[in-house]
């Protein structure tokens, strides 16, 4: 089994986490079961998603097909380390302030088919394009980061408040700078 791009290439080492990526994975065996799994090391621990998909006919399986980010989005704490809990280590890794929030991530996608059969690639995701500037504010009690495209005057603007998730959506924004 391999993953690779719709077009039969090998999946690329390196993406544009503001940009949809399309996936496959070839030569499952047939009728066979498949459970994908997407790892991030961060320095607070692990994080882990996981899905198992129902038996591939034809040999090929598109795990992207329902939901294009699990890999990346539904990664969390895969055990909480050093005493935190899975929230705390989960908003540490999002506020600390010594991980730069453009770094771009690294995650290990592994697939494991019923038979044993197993295929594996490590996809480096860049959160920011390279030409986007990032400065933190901090003011009382707003907190921030602050983006622009390097070597041109800021046009317009842009606010990208994140969600439930907490944290600084800070590649979300830095696409759009």
């Known amino acids: 089994m391999q993953f690779e791009t719709p077009d039969g290439d090998a999946f690329p080492a390196r993406v544009d986490a503001w ?5 496959r994975l070839r030569g499952v065996p047939p009728d ?3 459970a994908v799994s997407s790892t991030l090391q961060t320095p607070h621990g692990a994080w882990r998603a996981a899905r198992t998909f129902d038996p591939v006919r034809g040999g090929v399986l ?4 329902a939901d294009p980010g699990w890999p990346w989005w539904s ?12 929230r705390a280590m989960a908003a540490g890794f999002r506020l600390d302030p010594d991980i730069d929030p453009l770094a771009a991530l690294t995650y290990e996608l592994t697939a494991t088919a019923a038979s044993g059969e197993t295929a ?21 009690r707003l907190r921030g980061l602050f983006f622009t495209p390097e070597g041109r005057d800021p046009q317009g603007g842009v606010l990208v408040l994140g969600g439930s998730e907490g944290g600084l959506p800070a590649g979300r924004a830095a696409a759009r700078a």
Not at 75 to 86: E, I, K, R, S
């Open 32 to 34: 066979a079961s498949v």
């Open 19 to 23: 940009r949809t990526q399309a996936m």
């Open 120 to 140: 594996r690639v490590a996809v480096v995701r860049e959160r920011a394009p390279a030409d986007v500037a990032m400065r933190r504010v901090a003011e009382g």
């Open 75 to 86: 990664v969390a704490p895969a055990a909480p380390t050093g005493g935190l809990t899975a």
């Open 62 to 65: 598109d795990p992207l097909a």
